[in-house]
């Protein structure tokens, strides 16, 4: 729905800037590219200069300790600034914002033709070379998500090892082995641990459940049991299954 009601408001928009563009005198269509180039440069310059300023403003005020982030590293570098204000493309609100205006508003048709210009020109500029630019720079992706992930994961295994620490049943042990295991892995890797959401015993829980299941079609094919016991049996197996999926 999200791409549809884009694509439907970047060809209302267009649809109107063939009238806007038709009237005009050639003169005048000069004029209105000039001035959308400008209009687009200063867009991109006041991205610039405020996230530059922003940047800088944060390094200073931690370097005098008045501000203490929880990661010094999540202020971006002069690359990553850069970086940040290239990615200050323009789209669907623009758009929608200069379509939205009566049809009798001074100006209108310059209007919608600079939304149009600025999006246009900063979606192509800034969007084709916003890759280029990365690799330019070097820039890597240091996965703060699964940093996050890794941490979460580790405090959330060891509250759940410290709930069953006490149990001395033979399940809570099997537990136990399990949760530390998760926990060297976390600790291991910092940057998530369990590789797709997989636990240590999981390719050994599918393994199991395989032959599980095919012991089960046997005994429906032997009838040594009937559909109702294969099927509630079946569906013991899918669950477990789908735990030790990753």
Same mark, same amino acid.
């Given at each position: 729905m999200v791409f549809v009601l884009n694509v439907l408001a970047f060809m209302l928009i267009g649809m109107q800037m063939r009238p806007i563009w038709t009237k005009l005198?050639?003169?005048?269509?000069?004029?209105?590219?000039?001035?959308?180039?400008?209009?687009?440069?200063?867009?991109?310059?006041?991205?610039?200069?405020?996230?530059?300023?922003?940047?800088?403003?944060?390094?200073?005020?931690?370097?005098?300790?008045?501000?203490?982030?929880?990661?010094?590293?999540?202020v971006a570098s002069p690359k990553g600034g850069l970086i940040i204000s290239w990615c200050g493309m323009r789209g669907l609100v623009t758009l929608a914002t200069a379509f939205a205006l009566p049809? /009798?508003?001074?100006?209108?048709?310059? &209007?919608?033709?600079? !939304? @149009?210009?600025v999006v246009l020109g900063s979606l192509i500029i800034q969007g084709l070379t916003l890759r280029p630019l990365i690799l330019a720079f070097g820039l890597k992706d240091d996965d703060p998500v699964g940093i996050e992930v890794a941490r979460a994961r580790a405090i959330a295994y060891r509250a759940a090892l410290d709930a069953i620490e006490d149990d001395p049943s033979e399940e809570a042990e099997i537990l136990r082995l399990e949760y530390r295991a998760?926990?060297?892995?976390?600790?291991?890797?910092?940057?998530?641990?369990?590789?797709?959401?997989?636990?240590?015993?999981?390719?050994?829980?599918?393994?199991?459940?395989?032959?599980?299941?095919?012991?089960?079609? /046997?005994?429906?094919?032997?009838?040594? &049991?009937?559909?109702? !016991? @294969?099927h509630r049996i079946e569906e013991e197996l899918d669950r477990a299954e789908l735990s030790a999926g990753g």
């Open positions: 005198d050639a003169d005048v269509r000069w004029e209105y590219c000039v001035a959308a180039a400008w209009i687009l440069l200063t867009v991109v310059l006041v991205r610039l200069l405020w996230i530059t300023f922003y940047r800088t403003t944060l390094r200073v005020l931690i370097a005098r300790g008045i501000y203490h982030p929880k990661d010094p590293k999540q049809e /009798n508003f001074p100006y209108r048709d310059f &209007i919608v033709f600079i !939304a @149009f210009a998760i926990l060297m892995q976390a600790d291991d890797d910092p940057h998530g641990g369990i590789a797709n959401g997989e636990l240590p015993a999981d390719p050994l829980r599918r393994r199991a459940i395989e032959a599980a299941r095919k012991s089960i079609f /046997n005994l429906r094919t032997t009838e040594v &049991i009937g559909d109702d !016991a @294969f």
